[in-house]
């Protein structure tokens, strides 16, 4: 019987099995932090920033953040059409204006000028979502920012290993937040990360990462203002040290598995592969392919592919605004259609050389 292959499944060694043993064998009293101090000490260091707060996801990370910052009622926050609800919905839980602008044909992320286009007298912030491991235009984005006084916020969610003119992915705008979610490069099963090299602002989310009770309060149980609990657990961190320990492996595989997908389908005409432009790193998190319109390739065409031949393909995010809760915003054109002839590929760490091919083959067969 042909094995199933799975879109994504975590890396686990004896290290993370043992560090999380340890964890819940003497991880308690005067050690309940030990491995989440670790864990936060060796992703800054990875990252290049001088803090990080592990979480409990990227989304209460992206919460804390622009609460901190001081985000509410009145403020809009400018990001892509083409996201994961978790990126929108820390700006609606605060009050926030989310306007929902178009994407890059080429990237699938933020288009600098339609974001440009978009700011009025009540945008506060622009927030960079990288997607499936591709880079916004960082370098455009920070002008744009900088000349209008805003914020520049990387949801890095997708991007471990992901470079920017030699920067790590999350490490460039005011505060960057990462997710350590069972299916990214680096997990913790359920997680996330808030990095920043602006010391006051950590100092800020520190305190309402924890209930609002600042670390220079005497009082016990004494909150300062009300804050969140958004805290990962320490057993979460010790795997999360084992991971960053592995972290330049666990990229490496990443883009040779994606490297190996490209050698495979880069010479079919009418397909685009996710890029990788000069001067940046593409970590790889999600190897996709997109479909000219003119094959007639649509998504559900391909889901029914892969399900026949017991592969796990993952559907390429629909546009924020066309969910419930939100207006249509049929303007952002590419957003809209990319979805509908896009597929996400499996790149799970332990994926074979004839997994590979499989999955290449169902690509091209629509293609041949």
């Known amino acids: 019987m042909t ?3 799975a879109y994504t499944k975590p890396s686990i060694t004896d290290r993370e099995v043992a ?12 050690r309940c932090y030990d491995y989440l101090k670790k864990f936060e000490t060796a992703f800054a260091a990875h990252l290049g920033t001088g803090h990080a707060i592990a979480t409990s996801s990227c989304t209460g990370a992206l919460h804390m953040g622009l609460a901190a910052l001081g985000i509410g ?12 609800i978790a990126s929108v919905a820390p700006v609606r839980h605060l009050g926030a204006t989310p306007v929902f602008v178009d994407i890059d044909p080429v990237s699938w992320c933020l288009d600098p000028d339609k974001v440009e286009a978009a700011i009025t007298d009540r945008t506060k912030a622009i927030l960079a979502v990288h997607l499936y491991g591709n880079l916004c235009d960082v370098g455009r984005l920070q002008q744009i920012a900088a000349e209008r006084d805003l914020y520049l916020i990387e949801d890095a969610a997708e991007a471990i290993g992901s470079q920017y003119q030699g920067r790590r992915a999350g490490s460039i705008g005011t505060f960057g937040t990462f997710s350590f979610h069972g ?13 920043t090299s602006d010391t006051g602002l950590f100092e800020k989310v520190l305190t309402l990462s924890n209930h609002g009770r600042s670390r220079s309060q005497t009082k016990q149980f004494w909150p300062d203002e009300l804050g969140f609990k958004y805290k990962m657990s320490n057993i979460q961190a010790a795997i999360g040290l084992a991971q960053v320990e592995r972290i330049d492996d666990l990229i490496a595989r990443k883009r040779e598995i994606f490297s190996k997908y490209r050698e495979r389908l880069e010479t079919y005409q009418g397909l685009q592969l996710n ?5 940046t790193v593409n970590g790889a998190w999600m190897p996709t392919v ?3 319109r003119d094959l007639g390739v649509t ?8 399900k026949k031949t017991s592969i796990d393909a993952r559907v390429f995010f629909y546009p924020l605004s066309s969910l419930p809760m939100f207006t249509p915003a049929k303007q952002n054109a590419v957003a809209w259609d990319v979805p509908e002839r896009a597929v996400n590929l499996p790149s799970y760490h332990d994926m074979s050389d004839a997994d590979i091919d499989r999955v290449a083959d169902v690509v091209r067969s629509f293609l041949r």
């Open 19 to 30: 560090y999380a043993t340890d964890a819940a064998a003497n991880g308690w009293g005067e």
């Open 3 to 5: 094995n199933r292959i």
């Open 299 to 306: 998504r559900d065409m391909l889901l029914a592919e892969f």
């Open 275 to 279: 890029p990788e432009p000069p001067g």
């Open 290 to 292: 997109v479909f000219d």
């Open 183 to 195: 299916t990214k490069t680096l997990t913790t099963g359920e997680g996330g990360m808030f990095v």
């Open 73 to 84: 009622q009145g403020d809009e926050i400018i990001l892509a059409d083409t996201n994961w």
